[in-house]
């Protein structure tokens, strides 16, 4: 006799089979899927693509901004502590060793301050799709490029006219800059992660970045930090860095040191540590942001 199958009928609670998954944080390198940046590449040229859109859309003066900023800002610098304080510049114009050492720290100051809130801007996009999220911090680094390339062709006109030559340390300016935006990168990277849970990163970041540049040398030169300080004083990687482009576009043989070492060992480490962190809480940001 066949059975009648009854759809009322349930199974009992016994023969019900139940998996149980536990989502556990990923331990170590293999965990950061870096090979990910390169599957959704062209998510992050569009990402890139729309933050220089959205920075220079409806300005009059457009990418010329990245210039004018850093000029007005030698100029007072140039007035302060040029012609009031009287600060040495190393045998060249005090305006172009300023305006040196701005290239890089403008760089990484539009790194930080645009990855460290870059989370909390693209909300809208975290909470509805899923792709790496490091691709947001990583495009807003990418797109701070763009203005360091235009302030460095202004500068390299600059160096014409005064008829200066830097010589073959010229051909190191991209080590340095990729130095740069792995500092940039690792700082923006642990400020937007923080940023998500906590609103007031947005607030201290502008305050944490004015403190930072006068702690480099950025208005001054290395020589007038007295030589008790100056082991404590190169823990800022952003000396060995500024050091560095003075000395690949100055030619400053002083100016490049030792200090590079510990800016270029400091910048790894922090890069490596930030990415860690920022695996390890990312899988949150789409529930708090």
């Excluded at 989370?119 to 809208?124: F, P, T």
Aim: charged share 15%; glycine share 6%; proline share 5%.
């Amino acid at each position: 006799m066949n059975e009648v199958f009854d759809a009322t009928r349930r199974p009992r609670p016994e023969t019900v089979s139940r998996s149980i998954t536990k989502i556990k944080p990923q331990r170590g390198w293999t965990g950061l899927d870096l090979e990910a940046i390169w599957t959704y590449r062209e998510l992050l040229y569009f990402l890139v693509w729309r933050d220089l859109k959205v920075r220079y859309k409806q300005t009059v003066l457009g990418a010329s901004w990245a210039v004018i900023q850093p000029v007005f800002t030698v100029l007072i610098f140039s007035v302060v502590f040029g012609a009031f304080a009287k600060l040495p510049s190393d045998g060249v114009p005090y305006y172009l060793n300023t305006y040196c050492a701005l290239l890089p720290w403008s760089l990484f100051a539009g790194a930080v301050n645009r990855s460290g809130t870059s989370l909390v801007s693209s909300s809208n996009l975290i909470s509805k799709v899923y792709f790496p999220r490091l691709l947001v911090p990583l495009s807003a680094v990418m797109g701070a490029l763009v203005d360091f390339a235009i302030s460095l062709a202004v500068f390299l006109l600059m160096l014409a006219f005064h008829r200066i030559n830097p010589g073959w340390a010229l051909l190191t300016v991209p080590i340095w800059t990729l130095m740069v935006l792995m500092l940039g990168l690792a700082i923006g990277l642990a400020l937007s992660a923080l940023n998500v849970r906590y609103r007031d990163v947005s607030y201290l970041l502008n305050f944490l970045l004015q403190i930072w540049m006068y702690a480099s040398p950025v208005a001054y030169a290395v020589k007038i930090v007295p030589a008790k300080w100056l082991a404590l004083y190169q823990l800022n990687p952003m000396v060995g860095l500024i050091q560095g482009f003075r000395w690949a576009l100055l030619g400053n043989q002083s100016e490049v040191g030792m200090a590079w070492i510990s800016s270029a060992l400091i910048t790894l480490f922090l890069l490596a540590a930030a990415l860690i962190y920022f695996r390890r809480v990312e899988r949150y940001f789409a529930d708090i942001i």
